[in-house]
């Protein structure tokens, strides 16, 4: 340290400089140098070790390289240097000003802290964007413990950054930390049981990304995209976003669609009601016309005695003819309990496409062609004013 002060000294001298200005000239020398120097390292590593580390991914066949060695990590690793550099330069810079040493030292090392904190975080995100072969709600657990994980490392960062702005070891505050424990608790309740929710639906396979969920507590209709330790994305199909807490979905009910969207079909429930009068039996005039149009044979009409349990038995075989219709799942036609509004006959079926628009044009031709041909069994839909 003194040769060193004595050749800035000896360099100050030559420039013509004597007296007392010559302390005063070399600590302002000194900061200069030290920040062109910090300035220096950090232009370094932004303009030439950064293009190599991305010239040497760029070779390689793996893709984690170019992830994990992303834009983001290597240029928050470049903001560290420079403070790295001022870090070693300041007990020669203020040797003899210890309280301005120890103070630039403190902010030194805070901002040290804070930016190895970005990069680990940074560096945790990348790992979460990295493909692999497993399951999505593998990667899904994988991404919640990595959020996790980054709690932790903020919340010891915080502690170490507490300890050396007040000049304390951070294990002593760590100790310190259990008689303030329940306050913790009260303060962090709904952050804590959120992670706790947000583990147990990932774990569990309760919900992934991709799920169309129908959250009746909310106004949630859709497809899951995104979940994080304390909020389900959801993305309704009107293409409204609505946010949903974990709890509400570990504590409460939710319907995931997933089941019939990995089945065979997507069902059919609709009920159609007809008129009591134009329930009648059946006569040769109706079982000719049947005949004739090849709705049913003799055989398929055996046995029936009213004109609605013709159509029933007609529209069953009608449906397992269809090829939207997944003749494999169930196909049922039935008589409902009578009421005030007529008589209801339920179809029951399952559609092959699950997509919703042709879903619904598919499921519309099928209503629309019990409406048509029910008038040849001589049935009438129900009006509530048939008068009008």
């Not at 834009?71 to 007990?91: K, N, S, Y």
């Not at 079909?265 to 079982?287: C, I, M, N, T, W």
């Not at 004739?292 to 055996?302: K, P, R, T, V, W």
Request: hydrophobic letters at 50%; a positive charge; charged letters at 20%.
């Amino acid at each position: 340290m003194e040769i060193i002060k004595e050749y800035v000294e000896a360099l100050i001298r030559l420039c013509g400089v004597a007296g007392p200005a010559v302390p005063v000239v070399r600590h302002v020398a000194l900061v200069i140098v030290t920040l062109l120097l910090a300035w220096l390292s950090g232009l370094l590593c932004k303009r030439i070790i950064v293009p190599m580390i991305h010239k040497v991914t760029a070779r390689t066949t793996a893709v984690w390289d170019d992830i994990l060695l992303n834009d983001r990590v290597l240029l928050t690793a470049c903001r560290i240097v420079p403070a790295l550099v001022i870090w070693q330069f300041l007990p020669m810079v203020f040797y003899q000003f210890h309280f301005v040493r120890e103070v630039l030292e403190r902010l030194t090392a805070v901002y040290i802290t804070i930016m190895m904190v970005r990069l680990i975080t940074v560096f945790i995100s990348a790992f979460t964007q990295l493909e692999t072969s497993h399951s999505s709600s593998v990667r899904q657990y994988i991404k919640t413990f990595c959020g996790v994980l980054k709690i932790v490392v903020i919340f010891i960062a915080v502690i170490v950054t507490v300890g050396i702005v007040f000049g304390k070891n951070p294990m002593s505050l760590l100790a310190g930390l259990g008689a303030t424990s329940a306050v913790l608790m009260l303060v962090f309740k709904d952050t804590i049981e959120g992670l706790v929710a947000g583990i147990r639906l990932t774990s569990n396979e309760m919900v992934k990304k991709g799920d169309w969920i129908t959250v009746p507590s909310t106004t949630a209709d859709g497809v899951v995209e995104d979940i994080s330790l304390t909020t389900v994305k959801v993305r309704n199909f009107d293409n409204t976003i609505v946010t949903v807490s974990p709890m509400t979905l570990v504590n409460g009910s939710f319907q995931n669609w997933k089941g019939m969207q990995q089945s065979g079909g997507r069902r059919v429930k609709r009920v159609v009601y007809f008129d009591f009068r134009s329930v009648k039996a059946v006569d040769d005039e109706l079982r000719n016309r049947l005949l004739q149009g090849g709705y049913l044979s003799a055989e398929e009409m055996e046995g029936e005695d009213a004109n609605i349990g013709l159509f029933r038995k007609y529209f069953e075989k009608h449906l397992a003819a269809r090829k939207e219709v997944n003749e494999k799942l169930t196909i049922m036609v039935r008589e409902m309990e009578a009421t005030q509004c007529g008589l209801p006959l339920e179809f029951y079926f399952f559609l092959r496409d699950r997509e919703w628009i042709n879903y619904e044009h598919q499921l519309a031709t099928i209503i629309e062609r019990v409406y048509v041909t029910a008038a040849l069994f001589g049935l009438k839909i129900y009006e509530q004013y048939p008068e009008q």
